[in-house]
């Protein structure tokens, strides 16, 4: 869903409209183990859309993000520690302020002496981007992130609203994998999916002539 949001993948049906630009955390893809750490940033960057006229304040962006020495930026990233390379992976990637931000799953943040300076960081994007979109199976990282929910299953939205509601749902269908009492837990899953109502989406050329009836 996300790729598509973010126009990566083209859906087989149906079309995705929004009002901004869309930005997927993540860049992990894109970076070469062989490459050094500063052709990695430039590369990573390019794949995120930057152009090459604004590469050098990017650049210099996920340099202090990172934290990492000069040194270690003139090497390979196959000689990097998990915890620099997760380090320089989450500072190209949170290196721009998008519009319409969109996380998939938690993005590793290297060592515990880095925690605080992601975690600030991440605050920053959430602060400033319009909208959020972040895919989880943690119940307790959407709390400090989301207020609104979607839970998918087997690519059918199971329910839709407020997280407060949805997630004692979701931590009773996860308690029954856990136990493996799978037939229960399809029951919890049917039972809130017969419940859903799919919203009626109006756009704004027909919003209008809706209202013109009138």
Partial sequence: MLRMLAGIETPTSG????????????VSAALQPKLTGMENIKLGLLAMGISKDALPAYVSEVKKISSLEEEALIRPMNTYSSGMSAR????????????????????????????????????????????????SHSAKTLRRTCKQAIWLHDGKIVMEGLLSEISPEYAKWGECI?????????????????????????????????????
């Fill in 15 to 26: 079309e995705v409209l929004v009002g901004g630009t869309p930005s997927l955390l993540g």
């Fill in 88 to 135: 320089l992976t989450f500072a190209i990637a949170t290196s721009r302020n998008p519009e319409i931000l969109m996380v998939d799953e938690a993005l590793g943040t290297g060592d515990a002496t880095f925690a605080d300076t992601a975690k600030k960081r991440m605050s920053e994007l959430l602060d400033n981007a319009g909208t959020v979109f972040m895919v």
């Fill in 178 to 214: 856990t136990q493996k009492k799978f037939e229960r837990a399809q029951q919890i899953v049917d039972y809130n999916r017969a419940q859903y109502v799919e919203p009626a989406v109006v756009f704004e050329s027909e919003a209008a002539r809706l209202l013109n009836r009138r």
